[in-house]
């Protein structure tokens, strides 16, 4: 079974402070995804990556930056928090199967910037 | 501008009956489409998906249907089941930035009533 997991369920911080989302999956997938889940709006995806050391802007990306150093390992940066990132922020990851490829989540991480 | 839309935020079915949950679109460049389940406190967990050149996917009890000139496309669920009660998402694929994005909608909570 594929695993993805995140290093925090639940986060607190303070506005202005930098605050770090891990993501892990233990299935060697190519590609990995940070969203963020707001009520009525769904999932909106912030940054995205295709290969270590790659990473690509997805629809939300201001405030926040990403890293991918390992393969299997994709972090999500809020340099300096602010009230309006208080959200669910979801990792998920997955590999390309020609035409079919699907998404593997973590649990997410439920973030309160006070 | 939303590209996924899901317009009913909200459904509730009898426990035995059908669930039908809709989904439309706007870019007819997608050509992959996933239905996601999310349960509260845990990440989306992948249901069935469909291919743009196919229009109908059955998997046991679910079934996705699509229908390109309506840019539309419904999830059936047969016989609902109280476990069933979840939000769900639907995903669309997005392949005109040259890589793989994802846009979800902003999802229906399905409550299946014993």
């Known amino acids: 079974d594929v695993k993805v997991t995140q290093s925090s369920r639940y986060l607190v911080k303070r506005t202005g402070e930098k605050v770090f989302l891990e993501c892990v999956q233990d299935m060697d997938h190519e590609n990995m995804f940070w969203y963020r889940q707001d009520p009525g709006l769904g999932l909106r995806l912030i940054y995205f990556?295709?290969?270590?050391?790659?990473?690509e802007k997805g629809d939300i990306p201001e405030g926040y930056s990403v890293s991918r150093e390992k393969k299997e390992r994709f972090s999500l940066i809020l340099e300096s928090a602010s009230t309006n990132q208080t959200s669910m922020y979801l990792c998920?990851?997955?590999?390309?199967?020609?035409?079919?490829?699907?998404?593997?989540f973590g649990p997410g991480t439920r973030l309160l910037v006070l | 501008d939303q590209q996924v839309k899901q317009n009913s935020p909200s459904l509730s079915v009898q426990e035995g009956r059908i669930s039908i949950l809709n989904c439309d679109y706007t870019?007819?460049?997608?050509?992959?489409f996933l239905w996601y389940k999310k349960y509260p406190a845990e990440g989306p967990t992948f249901l069935i998906s469909?291919?743009?050149?196919?229009d109908k996917n059955e998997d046991g009890r679910f079934t996705v249907f699509l229908n390109k000139s309506a840019k539309h496309l419904s999830l059936h669920i047969v016989p609902s089941q109280p476990g069933d009660s979840a939000v769900y998402f639907c995903a669309a694929r997005d392949i005109t930035s040259g890589t793989y994005k994802y846009i979800f909608g902003t999802g229906t909570r399905l409550k299946v009533l014993a």
């Open positions: 469909i291919s743009s050149i196919k």
């Open positions: 998920a990851s997955s590999v390309s199967r020609g035409a079919k490829e699907t998404q593997y």
């Open positions: 990556s295709y290969d270590v050391k790659m990473k």
């Open positions: 870019n007819s460049m997608f050509d992959y």
